[in-house]
C-alpha cells in the first residue's frame, strides 16, 4: 500500500483495543484500511469466562459497520484463520452517517471482515474501500488478513 500509517483506539464498549493501519492517501484523499478488534469478553459480559456464541459475537461486529451503511449487503460464510473457526462478512453499502465525524458521506463501500473468539479473546480483523479501488484492493487486504495468528503469551 506505499506510505503507510496505523493508529490504536479503545475498542467497543471500552472492554478492548482497535487498530487501524491505512495506506498513502489517493489523489482523492482516499486510503485503503486494515482494522484489527481485539476484545476482552469476560470483562464485555461481565463474567469469568466468554460464554458468546461465535455467531452472536459476529453479529455484535458486524452491526457496528451496518448501522453506517444504507442499501446495505452482507454474505456470512464459515472460514478459518490458522487453527481457529471464523465468520467471514463480505458486505457492501453506501455509507450514511460518517459525515458527523468528518468522513465521507454517500459513497458506495465494500469490505471483508473476519470475526472469531479464541479463549477469552474475540476478534475482528477487517479491510474495507471505496467500490472504486475495491476490487484491487480488497484481495490484497485479504490475503493480509489471512496471515494474521493470535498469539497470546499468558504470565504464571
Do not use: C
Not at 498513502?24 to 476484545?39: C, E, F, H, N, S
Not at 459513497?107 to 479473546?121: E, L, N, P, T
Not at 476478534?123 to 489471512?146: K, N
Request: charged letters at 20%.
Amino acid at each position: 500500500y506505499g506510505e503507510s500509517q496505523w493508529s490504536s483506539l479503545p475498542g467497543p464498549d471500552g472492554v478492548g483495543v482497535t487498530f487501524a493501519f491505512v495506506g498513502a492517501p489517493r489523489d482523492d484523499g482516499t486510503r485503503p484500511m486494515i482494522q484489527i478488534v481485539l476484545v476482552d469478553l469476560p470483562t464485555l459480559l461481565n463474567e469469568e469466562a466468554s460464554t458468546i456464541p461465535l455467531e452472536e459475537f459476529g453479529g455484535h461486529m458486524i452491526g457496528g459497520i451496518q448501522r453506517h451503511q444504507e442499501n446495505w449487503t452482507v454474505q456470512i460464510t464459515d472460514d478459518q484463520l490458522g487453527q481457529l473457526r471464523v465468520k467471514r462478512y463480505a458486505w457492501a453499502g453506501t455509507s450514511s452517517t460518517y459525515p458527523d465525524v468528518g468522513l465521507f458521506e454517500n459513497v458506495h463501500m465494500r469490505g471483508i471482515m473476519y470475526v472469531g473468539i479464541d479463549g477469552d479473546i474475540g476478534f475482528s480483523l477487517r479491510t474495507q474501500d471505496f467500490e472504486q479501488y475495491a476490487e484491487v484492493a480488497l484481495p490484497i487486504g485479504e490475503y493480509s488478513i489471512e496471515t494474521f495468528r493470535l498469539g497470546i503469551t499468558e504470565s504464571k
